[in-house]
């Protein structure tokens, strides 16, 4: 099975930075693109940023411009860089990862992100 372990979370006012990491563990699934997902409270997890395995990327409409996926094949992790946050980026945000199915079916446990005012 493939682990995958999310970090970098906290608290930052409108406007500021974070960057969220997530580690793969060492596994024999070939995994051919990795994803973040976010589920803010009331609301339904939503598609936030991928890339794939020859790092094309693509990112939902309302973090364009500002959240930057990327990938290190090395270190098996996967980054999201969060710039100029807004109140609605608030969400616990999850990694997940793409076995080479066509979805992603393997999921972080999450971690808060909470922009205040």
């Known amino acids: 099975q493939v682990e995958l372990v999310e970090s970098g979370g906290g608290s930052v006012q409108i406007g500021g930075s974070l960057r969220l990491s997530c580690g793969i563990s060492?596994?024999?699934?070939?995994?051919?693109?990795m994803g973040w997902y976010r589920q803010a409270p009331g609301k339904q997890r939503e598609f936030v940023a991928g890339i794939t395995l020859d790092g094309s990327t693509k990112y939902t409409d309302s973090v364009k411009g500002r959240f930057t996926i990327s990938g290190d094949n090395a270190k098996n992790t996967v980054y999201l860089q969060m710039n100029s946050l807004k109140h609605e980026d608030t969400a616990v945000y999850y990694c997940t990862a793409d076995p080479g199915s066509g979805m992603y079916e393997y999921w972080g446990r999450g971690t808060q992100v909470t922009v205040s005012s």
């Open positions: 060492r596994t024999t699934v070939a995994v051919n693109a």
